[in-house]
């Protein structure tokens, strides 16, 4: 309903229901979406997304736990003794997730809108599927460990077998090296110095830095005022901040500590702090399903059409030996 003021008459008046009667809206050809985030996380593990087939365990990926042979001194003769085989591989299994976002359209929709649509509603309902499905995604990677449904999150896949004993069908009670090393920070705000203790216990722990870390952006602001406080601009000599056509700067887009980025996630409960290493993480898409979807058309009794986005995907952590 148009609203009047400004230029269009009071709402209500002979004059302004003449001139809508009359008169088409100005429409913007777009649909601004209020809905939804982005997450580094997501944005991490589809940049490094992996193809996988049918099956059972569809992802399934042998890892090294236990040392295949022993090292023995030795002296001039160059004799040893008689080595035992000794088991170092295992099997870390993980099976695909379907999610599924049925998509309306109602044949008297699409005949109404042939010609005269300003925003196609199959376009935007199925433009919102994709936004659905990876908002789903993004929160069960932060928040399921028990589902089997769902994708298993960083807290059954980042842990040190306190919340979730088994992950990849490894036992961690069992097998101590699936472990994580995490640190209880209790009521300390984060800071450069104990993220870096943290970074160094993960170092120490799984033998190779971790790519970036994600946060609760509470937290992540927390960790910047640690920074923002120990900023200093330097003027160079002749010139000013005006001559500058950005103007100065201050603060950051990621926080890096001994070489780590550390970047907001809206979706990371707050008080967490996880480091990852993204070399040993991957999102697995069904090989048959294009771009992790797949939509296709089916008519119902009721007189329309359902068109089902499907997606296959399943995320995997490999070498759980991160810190959060």
């Known amino acids: 309903m148009p609203i009047g003021g400004g230029i269009i008459p009071a709402s209500g008046t002979n004059q302004y229901n003449e001139l809508t009667y009359v008169t088409r809206r100005a429409f913007i050809p777009k649909m601004v979406v209020q809905l939804y985030n982005s997450t580094p996380l997501m944005a991490a593990l589809l940049a490094n997304s992996q193809q996988a087939s049918g099956g059972v365990s569809s992802v399934t990926v042998p890892v090294q736990g236990a040392q295949f042979v022993n090292a023995q001194w030795s002296d001039c003769s160059g004799s040893f003794a008689q080595p035992a085989v000794q088991q170092g591989a295992y099997n870390a299994e993980f099976n695909l997730k379907l999610m599924i976002a049925p998509v309306p359209f109602l044949g008297m929709e699409g005949a109404v809108q042939q010609d005269y649509a300003i925003i196609p509603l199959i376009e935007a309902r199925m433009n919102d599927a994709t936004n659905v499905m990876m908002d789903a995604m993004a929160y069960a990677l932060y928040n399921n460990t028990s589902n089997a449904q769902q994708f298993t999150g960083l807290p059954a896949a980042i842990d040190d077998g306190t919340g979730t004993q088994t992950y990849g069908n490894i036992d961690r009670s069992t097998y101590t090296w699936w472990k994580s090393k995490q ?72 926080l890096m500590v001994a070489g780590v980025p550390i970047y907001p996630d809206p979706y990371c409960p707050e008080g967490t702090l996880y480091l990852i290493n993204s070399n040993y993480m991957s999102l697995y898409c069904m090989r048959r399903v294009r771009s992790c979807s797949l939509a296709s058309n089916r008519p119902c009794r009721t007189g329309r059409s359902v068109t089902s986005v499907r997606s296959l995907p399943s995320p995997s952590l490999f070498r759980p030996s991160r810190s959060r």
Do not use: H, M
């Open 183 to 254: 640190y209880a920070a209790g009521s300390q705000n984060p800071t450069r110095q104990n993220v870096l203790q943290y970074i160094s216990g993960t170092v120490k722990n799984g033998a190779e830095v971790p790519t970036f870390g994600v946060c609760g952006f509470g937290t992540w602001t927390l960790l910047a005022q640690d920074y923002v406080g120990q900023e200093q601009y330097v003027i160079t000599p002749g010139s000013g901040f005006d001559a500058d056509a950005n103007g100065p700067q201050a603060a950051f887009r990621a």
